[in-house]
Structure formats: structure tokens, C-alpha cells
């Protein structure tokens, strides 16, 4: 069992819709991160939490460090905002990321 | 842009060839990781520098081998190159080393081993 488990693997939805994307951890954290991977590569830090919630335009993100879950929100969803979002934790004694698998999310106009 | 640079971008090479891959950090990011990602997969961590000394290692054999300058920037070596090797690999950059801080990503380099 991978220590970062992320939900779904594939999230196919039409413009406009609220996107959920989940993320359970079996490790203790310091940090939890939400990125972005487009194709090509390059990777964007969307999100880093420790506790509570957090807003950026469309993205919300969520965490419950006791239930060792985080969750990715997107309203009104939109073409662009196709890509691979990965959740990432940081352990307790550094700076060191392990990744979730990812999720490949595609937005349909 | 993250401020975070990677040369090459694409690089072809051979079974049993060396490769060094280098980063540019952000002027004062004294941490840098680096991880490889295969087609398909998420990330994986292969080793992380902290003022130019190893501050962590995943599970990579010794053939993957690091350097951290005095000017933030960064090489990730790889010797005796497999074909399983082939993949992207992604350096990322923070200040400082002691966690909870965001990750600077650079753009990848993408190796392939024939």
C-alpha cells in the first residue's frame, strides 16, 4: 500500500462543474501539499497545508490531520484547468516529498 | 515561472553511459531534492542537498549521485545508465531545510536510455 493514496485516478467533467479530488496518507505529516503537472512536465505548487483550509480563486483545499485526509475542490471548473494534480506529503524531519500517483483531470468546454 | 531552470530539457543515451543533469535554484534556496518520475507515476525521491552536503536519500542505488554548488546550483549524476532509468527527472527547490515550505519546481528533464 502506497503511503499516499489518491482518488480518482481519472476525472473526466464538462466545464462548470465542482471537481473533487481526494487524498488519505498513512504517515505522519508536517505538511501536505496540492501541485500541478501539466503535460511536458512542469510541476506548479497550487497548495501547502497543516492544518485547516486554504483558498486561491477556483481551488480550494482542505485537510483533517486526524482522519489523515486532504481534499482538492475546483469551482466552475474550466478547460484549463486540465492537467495532473498531485498530492504530496512532507514528513516530520524535512523537506523531503513523497507523491501520491496523481490525478489526471480533463475538462470538456 | 518558478525562478527554477533545468538543462537539458531532453537527452537520449545509451545503456552503460553516464549522465549529468543539472539545476539553477532560486538565489538563496540553500535546499534542493531531486526525484524521478516515470510515464505515468508520481514522483519519486532520490536524494535531497542541504548547504552542498546529502540531507536524505530514497531508495536509488549509490550510481545515482548528487553535487549542490555554493551558487544554488545543482547536478544529479547517473552512471552505468539502465534502461529503467529512462524518465523525468525534476529538481525542486526551498528555503530553508526545515520543512513546512514551498517547493520551487523546475521544468524537467526528460531522459531517455536506448
Known amino acids: 500500500k502506497n503511503e499516499v493514496e489518491q482518488s480518482p485516478q481519472n476525472l473526466t467533467a464538462q466545464e462548470g462543474e465542482f471537481i473533487t479530488i481526494n487524498c488519505s496518507y498513512s504517515v505522519g505529516i508536517s505538511a501536505l501539499h496540492w501541485l500541478q503537472q501539466h503535460p511536458g512536465g512542469g510541476i506548479v505548487s497550487l497548495f501547502m497545508l497543516s492544518s485547516g483550509k486554504k483558498k486561491h480563486g477556483r481551488l480550494i483545499a482542505t485537510i483533517n490531520i486526524q482522519e489523515k485526509h486532504s481534499s482538492l475542490h475546483i469551482t466552475a471548473s474550466h478547460p484549463r484547468d486540465s492537467a495532473v494534480y498531485i498530492c504530496a506529503v512532507e514528513g516530520a524531519s524535512g523537506s523531503r516529498l513523497t507523491f501520491g500517483e496523481g490525478t489526471q483531470l480533463t475538462v470538456n468546454p | 515561472e518558478t525562478g527554477v531552470t533545468q538543462s537539458p530539457t531532453h537527452l537520449i543515451k545509451t545503456r552503460g553511459q553516464q549522465v549529468t543533469l543539472r539545476c539553477s535554484s532560486q538565489s538563496g534556496h540553500n535546499t534542493v531534492s531531486w526525484y524521478q518520475q516515470a510515464l505515468g507515476q508520481g514522483p519519486q525521491f532520490i536524494f535531497q542537498?542541504?548547504?552542498?552536503?546529502?540531507?536524505g536519500r530514497g531508495n536509488f542505488p549509490p550510481r545515482f549521485s548528487g553535487l549542490q554548488f555554493p551558487n544554488y546550483s545543482s547536478e544529479l549524476n547517473v552512471n552505468a545508465l539502465e534502461l529503467d532509468d529512462s524518465a523525468l527527472y525534476l529538481c525542486a527547490s526551498s528555503f530553508p531545510a526545515g520543512g513546512g515550505e514551498t517547493q520551487y519546481f523546475g521544468p524537467g528533464t526528460r531522459l531517455l536510455v536506448l
Open positions: 542537498y542541504y548547504r552542498e552536503e546529502e540531507n
